[in-house]
């Protein structure tokens, strides 16, 4: 009898080893596998892109001014002035722009034709009811110079006076 125990007492670190190395002990628990990650950032913004989209909101905020004060030509130049105030960093943008020279000639550049061409394509219907409101601005031009000179500064012309 103690020759079987000392068998066992032998033996059984032995089986121990044994099952430990076929991994018959019970499981630790793994770690969930790390997530996997895109090799790709996302892409950039593109600034030119956000540049036509704050265009065509100050054009609309702009028109917006007009077209709600179109019957009274004070009323007009204030609102439009505190829309210029509103959009001041834009705004100087153009007047920079236009004081470098022919506004004809730039328009042919390659760059400004994109940025025009890409504007039309993004926002053409916005554009033309744009277009549609700013046309009241022609009657309270002649009645304020201080209109024209806002106006004037970012792009609208006045009308060519009547003979």
Do not use: W
């Not at 018959?24 to 600034?47: E, H, S, V």
């Not at 030119?48 to 702009?62: G, I, N, P, Y």
């Not at 031009?141 to 003979?163: F, R, V, Y």
């Amino acid at each position: 009898m103690r020759i079987l125990f000392l068998a066992l007492a032998l033996l059984l670190p032995a089986c121990e080893r044994r099952d430990r190395d076929r991994g018959d002990q019970p499981q630790q628990p793994q770690p969930p596998p790390a997530p996997t990650i895109d090799a790709a950032p996302p892409p950039a913004p593109d600034p030119r892109a956000a540049a036509r989209r704050k265009t065509v909101e100050f054009m609309e905020e702009l028109a917006s001014a007009v077209d709600d004060n179109k019957s009274d030509c004070a009323a007009m130049t204030l609102a439009v002035g505190a829309v210029v105030d509103r959009n001041r960093s834009l705004v100087d943008v153009v007047r920079r722009v236009r004081a470098r020279g022919d506004s004809a000639d730039r328009q042919k550049e390659p760059g400004q034709v994109e940025f025009h061409d890409q504007l039309q394509d993004e926002y053409g219907p916005r554009i033309a009811e744009v277009k549609r409101k700013l046309a009241a601005v022609d009657t309270c031009i002649p009645q304020s110079p201080q209109l024209a000179e806002m106006l004037g500064d970012i792009g609208k012309q006045p009308p060519a006076p009547s003979p």
